[in-house]
Each structure stands twice: as structure tokens, then as C-alpha cells.
């Protein structure tokens, strides 16, 4: 997957299939799995129907037709499962935060909140679709977005803006709304250290001395990485946001990895990044809490009593799970967002929490594919960046809720109740398939991407 090797250009014309037909199916597919947990839910709880069916199935389906029609037209090329895979974790998200809404007399409505998120994100979506029309233009000011993000991640530092919750500073308050700058920070970032990784990887891959055995960069090559490891710092120590720092700084450690193929940046900086969180739990009060949850939760009933429900929870659920709208998932604080995945896991079992991380196993597995088969660097980067940040996500709040790891605070993409992370997660897959489409359309094997004129004057010799 490397970005510093382009490989030659070659005389055949890879073909593949657009697979629109194949993905609407898989669409409408995914999203009958949300609808029916919604009914289920209802059913099981009231034995009866939900009355507004229709409305919610005609927003619902059109909301999947909608998104399908602007791909089918725009990126006929672009990888067919990867929209609905999304379809399919945001539609269970739904379910399961409708399912919440029903614990509490009158019932909550958060639900029809998130679906309204949802219809935002998708316009969002569309508009990435429809505006960015070649990933490549996002190349050209580097420094802009970095410094933009570099803002946006820093912002709720500021007096007056920044909103505490949860013991951790990650919010902005602005005219009554809460916003989670760090989720379009995520992506800023990613393009611009795909356009500055891609404009240097010859100078970061080539330049250093052997030192036991491992090439080490120069001391003036070290700047990127170091801004990034303070800027890490600076977020978890003072927005007491240990998930954001992982994501950001394991997210540059890996395009830098894969920019360069050089083991020295990854070790390099994961020495730095254990030192920072070493001192974070020597000199913070934040860290070390979530620390001592993760490893004796019982030590402190009241102060665990997150983690504690969720463990619960899943015992209760067992194999199987106790069926939508069966189980007691309200007992856990924050069901909706950061505990989701104890919610699913004690309703769907551990057999459905399993599902839900193959699913996204198998986005992720797509993003890299793209990113594998995309000719040109900066999509190459750009791809596995952008796939590798749902995996270390998706890793970080799962594993923290089941106890593999402390709890990050991170959201569940595409499930968890929250505007910021829903509408951002959205433009990152809209970003996804504009490189995809440009990877899968009809060219030249190894070339870079081409006009449709230059591809109509090649020959077709190969087919996927």
C-alpha cells in the first residue's frame, strides 16, 4: 500500500464492474435490520404496532433511495458495500437509542432527534459527493487545514467556549447548541497529513543513520511528528480526553508508517506517546480514574458505576441477548452514547455485539481496499488514514466498554446519540467513495486517474 512507490505505467485497462444494483439491495437489506429493532421494540413493549409506521419506513427507505441515487449518479464506480455497511450500524444505532427512549415516563425523544442528525449528515454527504468531485483537489493547502484543524482541536481550551462534561473539556457552546470540534478537527487533519506526508515521504523514508539495527529519522525531520505528540499532550492533559489524543496521534503515527514504510516513526512514537501517558497518570486526576475503573472497578462502586452496569449488562445478556426491548440497558449512564455497545451487547448478546464489529471490520476492510487499489499517493493515504481512524475508534470505546482497555470517551461511529460525530463520520465516507469511484473507475492499470476522454480512447483488456 505504500505511497512512495508509484509502480509504472502499464498498457491494460482494469475494468470493474459499477455494481449500482447490487448495492440499492444491499442498502434496503441493511436498513431492515434497524427498521426491524424498531418494531420489535415497540412490539415487545407494548404489544401493539407502532402507530406512525409508515411515516418512519417512507423517511427511513427514502433516506437510503436518496443516498443511493446521488452515488449512482455521480460515483457510478465507487465501492458498492461500503454505504450500506453504514446504512446498516446507523439503523441499528437508531433502534437502539428509540429502545432507550422508552425506559423513562413520558418516554424520551431522542431518537427522533438522532434521525434528523442522520438526515443532515446525509445531505452532507451528498454534498460531498456532488462538490468534491476529485480527491486531489483537497492536496493543495496542506498547512491551511492543518492549521485550521490544529484550531478546531484546541478551541474548547478556551475560556467562555469550552463546555466540561464528563470530566473531560472537548465541547463548544455556541448560541444554545453544544458542538465536538475534534470530529471535523479528525478530518482536516487526515487530508492534511495525507498532502504533507505524500509532498515528503522521499525525504522522511530516505534521510537518517542505522542506530541497533532501525533507521532513525533525522533531527530535523522529527518536527511534524513532535508538533503532533505535544498537540496530543496539550489535549490530554488539559481537556482530560485521553481518546482524542490516541486517535490523533495513532492516526498521524500510521500514515507516517505508511508514507515511509519505515518501523522507526511507529516506534518512535509509541515510546512517545507511553511517556506522555505515563505522566498523565502521575500528574493528572483524570487519567488515573479511568485507569483504576478499568483495572478494579469494584474498588469504587459509586465512582465506576459506568463500567460496573456495563459488565452487568452483558452478563445478563449473555450468548444471545435478552431481545429488543427486553432488557435493561437504562441502568448503564450514558446508554445512548458512550455505552451503546453495552446496550446492544446486553439486548443482542455477545453473538450481536460480534456482528456489529464485523461490520465494521468489513467497512474498514473496504476503506484499505480502496486505498490499496487507488493509483495515486495522496488517495492512498488519504483512504487508509481516514479507514484506520474508524478502526482505532471503533477499537478504543468497544474495548474500553468491554474492559480491554480504559474508557476513552470516544464515540461509537454511526450508532452513539450525538450530532458532531454522526454528521463528520458522513463527509469521511462521502470522502471515501469520491476516492474509491476515482480508484475503481476504467484506466490504465498503474496510471494516475484519468478524464473520461482519455479513458474512452483505451482498450478494455481486463475485467472485475
Known amino acids: 500500500m505504500s505511497a512512495a512507490v508509484q509502480p509504472a505505467v502499464s498498457a491494460e485497462v482494469i475494468v470493474f464492474r459499477q ?14 435490520f434497524g427498521f426491524v429493532g424498531w418494531v420489535l421494540t415497540h412490539l415487545n413493549l407494548y404489544d401493539v404496532l407502532p402507530e406512525n409506521l409508515t411515516t418512519v419506513a417512507a423517511i427511513w427507505f427514502g433516506l437510503g433511495l436518496a443516498a443511493h441515487l446521488v452515488v449512482r449518479f455521480r460515483l457510478p464506480y465507487a465501492d458498492p458495500v461500503i454505504l ?18 422508552q425506559i423513562p415516563e413520558p418516554p424520551r425523544t431522542d431518537a427522533s432527534t438522532q434521525l434528523l442528525w442522520t438526515a443532515l449528515g446525509l445531505g452532507l454527504f451528498s454534498a460531498v459527493v456532488i462538490v468534491l468531485r476529485d480527491h486531489r483537489r483537497l492536496q493543495r493547502y ?5 492549521i485550521g484543524g490544529l484550531t478546531l482541536l484546541l478551541l474548547p481550551l478556551i475560556p467562555g467556549l469550552g463546555v466540561t462534561s464528563g470530566g ?18 479528525k478530518i482536516l487533519l487526515a487530508v492534511a497529513f495525507a498532502a504533507y506526508l505524500y509532498e515528503h515521504r522521499e525525504v522522511l523514508a530516505l534521510a537518517g543513520r542505522r542506530v541497533l539495527g532501525i533507521e532513525l529519522p533525522r533531527a530535523r525531520d522529527l518536527g511534524p511528528i513532535l508538533v503532533m505528540w505535544l498537540a496530543s499532550l496539550a489535549v490530554m492533559v488539559f481537556q482530560n480526553d485521553l481518546g ?4 490523533f496521534f495513532g492516526l498521524f503515527t500510521v500514515m507516517i508508517y505508511i508514507a515511509t514504510e519505515r518501523p522507526a516513526w511507529p516506534i518512535l512514537a509509541s515510546i512517545l506517546f507511553v511517556g506522555a501517558a505515563l505522566a498523565a497518570n502521575a500528574f493528572t486526576n483524570h487519567v488515573p480514574r479511568r485507569v483504576n475503573a478499568w483495572l478494579d472497578p469494584f474498588s469504587n462502586y459509586d465512582a465506576n458505576l459506568q463500567i460496573i452496569s456495563a459488565q452487568f449488562g452483558y452478563a445478563w445478556g449473555g450468548l444471545f441477548g435478552r431481545g429488543w426491548g427486553l432488557g435493561r440497558p437504562g441502568l448503564t449512564p450514558l446508554a445512548k452514547s458512550d455505552m451503546i455497545a453495552a446496550a446492544v451487547g446486553e439486548e443482542l448478546g455477545i453473538l450481536g455485539l460480534m456482528a456489529v464489529i464485523l461490520v465494521y471490520a468489513l467497512l474498514v476492510a473496504r476503506g484499505f481496499k480502496t486505498a490499496l487499489i487507488s493509483p495515486d499517493g495522496f488517495g492512498k493515504l488519504l483512504a487508509a488514514g481516514l479507514s484506520f481512524s474508524f478502526a482505532l475508534q471503533v477499537f478504543s470505546i468497544i474495548g474500553g466498554v468491554t474492559r480491554l482497555l480504559p474508557l476513552t470517551g470516544l464515540t461509537t461511529p454511526f450508532m452513539s446519540q450525538g450530532g458532531s460525530s454522526l454528521i463528520a463520520n458522513w463527509m469521511i465516507i462521502g470522502i471515501l467513495l469520491v ?3 476515482r480508484a475503481r473507475v476504467p484506466q490504465a492499470a498503474t496510471a494516475a486517474p484519468q478524464s473520461p476522454q482519455q479513458i474512452d480512447d483505451l482498450t478494455v483488456v481486463i475485467a472485475r
Do not use: C, K
Not at 455494481?19 to 431492515?32: G, K
Not at 496542506?142 to 492543518?146: A, C, I, T
Open 19 to 32: 455494481r449500482r444494483n447490487v448495492e440499492l439491495v444491499l442498502i434496503a437489506f441493511a436498513q431492515l
Open 84 to 101: 450500506p455497511s453504514v446504512f446498516l450500524l446507523n439503523g441499528l444505532g437508531l433502534a437502539m437509542i428509540y429502545r432507550i427512549d
Open 142 to 146: 496542506p498547512y491551511l487545514l492543518f
Open 168 to 185: 473531560a473539556q472537548i465541547w463548544i457552546r455556541l448560541f444554545g447548541f453544544s458542538f465536538q470540534p475534534a470530529e471535523v478537527a
Open 244 to 247: 482524542t489524543s490516541l486517535l
Open 435 to 437: 476516492i474509491s469511484h
